[in-house]
């Protein structure tokens, strides 16, 4: 990092490396990965590869045995001092009051205004696709499938949860709508992607996991889903 122009290096910082980098700022403590996770809506691989980035950059420093991360002390101070850091101005640097560490704490505060937005307008289109896609597989149609889709307590695990036990409970569609837009509390998944308990062929291994191979709300992952589902109808 000291051979770096921080100010080259703070422009070359977008995506996760980023909403990892402001996270880290604001938890003034050693966090997990599984945090950083939830926190910016990255999921495990790039929030793995943004760390890497960062911590190759100086920017963040990690105690490998417990897998927790912070800011490198004073990395922001780094550049005090070396006026080649400042952006190249007609005027005198005399007549500037802030320093190179203002300069790269206010660029990336501004930066992550921008980029939480992003993030958050990236999860929130995901989310509603995602979910839409489920909502349409059940035989829902429009425009109640889209309806239901922007519902803010809707997500594919929740979804997935309520139409596998509507299947096992053999209601029909309309109540099934109903216990969706009414928000009751989802039943739980196992890591098969079926209700918690399962006894089919493919989950009987699962009885006994301690947690009976219980999948959280976190950790559910569309596209394995979705492969998981295609695996099954190709099978049968």
Known sequence: MQNINPLTALRSLKGAPLSCLVAL???????GKEWLSR????????????LD?????????????YESWQIKQNVFQLSLGNENALPVSSRNNSDSQPTTTALIVDSIKDKAVVANIAVEEEVETSKFTESLTIIRSAGIGEPTATRMAKMQHVNPYYLTAHILQAQKDDIN?????HRIRSEDPAPKLNKNFHLLKCSCNIC??????HD???LSPHDFDFEEYMESVQSVDSYA
């Open 25 to 31: 700022m604001f938890a003034n403590q050693p966090v």
């Open 39 to 50: 926190v910016t809506g990255y999921s495990d691989k790039p929030i793995a590869s943004a």
């Open 53 to 65: 980035y960062l911590l190759e950059m100086g920017f963040v420093t990690t105690a490998g045995r």
């Open 173 to 177: 569609i309309k109540l099934l709508i």
């Open 204 to 209: 009987f291994n699962l009885v006994y996991y």
């Open 212 to 214: 009976k191979g219980y």
